[in-house]
Nanobody, 126 residues
Framework: QVQLVQTGGGSVENGGSLRLSCVASGATYLSFCMGWFRQAPGQEREGVAAIDSDGRQTYADSVKGRFTISQDNAKRTVYLSMSNLKPEDTAMYYC????????????????????WGQGTQVTVSS
C-alpha cells in the first residue's frame, strides 16, 4: 500500500518562501506521477503542479514562475518550492500520486488519484 507523508508548510508573510516535501513509501516510486493540489476554505481543490517519471512538469497559471516542483528519486520524495508567496496562496496543500500517468493527466484529474498525503497548511499574511 502506498503512503504519502507530507512535511513543510507553515505561515509566512507576503513575498516569503516555503518548501513542501512528500515522501512516498510502499510503491515502485519511479513509475509514479506525483503532484500537489490545494484547497482554500469554501473553494474546490485545484491543481498546483505535477511531475511524472519522465520529468515532465505541469503548473497552474497562477503559480508559474513562483513555484517549482522537483523530485529526488533516491529519496522517493517530491518537493514543492514556493517563492514570492501571496495571500491568495493560502490553502491546505495535498500531495497526490498515482501509477503510470503523465503529469498533465494527474494535474487535470484525467486519471483517478488513488493516493493522497495528509495535507499541510500554508498561510500567507498580507
Amino acid at each position: 500500500q502506498v503512503q504519502l507523508v507530507q512535511t513543510g508548510g507553515g505561515s509566512v508573510e507576503n513575498g516569503g518562501s516555503l518548501r513542501l516535501s512528500c515522501v512516498a513509501s510502499g510503491a515502485t516510486y519511479l513509475s509514479f506521477c506525483m503532484g500537489w493540489f490545494r484547497q482554500a476554505p469554501g473553494q474546490e481543490r485545484e491543481g498546483v503542479a505535477a511531475i511524472d517519471s519522465d520529468g515532465r512538469q505541469t503548473y497552474a497559471d497562477s503559480v508559474k514562475g513562483r513555484f517549482t516542483i522537483s523530485q529526488d528519486n533516491a529519496k522517493r520524495t517530491v518537493y514543492l518550492s514556493m517563492s514570492n508567496l501571496k495571500p491568495e496562496d493560502t490553502a491546505m496543500y495535498y500531495c497526490a500520486a498515482d501509477a503510470a500517468c503523465s503529469a498533465s493527466a494527474l494535474f487535470n484529474l484525467l486519471v483517478p488519484i488513488n493516493y493522497w498525503g495528509q495535507g499541510t497548511q500554508v498561510t500567507v499574511s498580507s
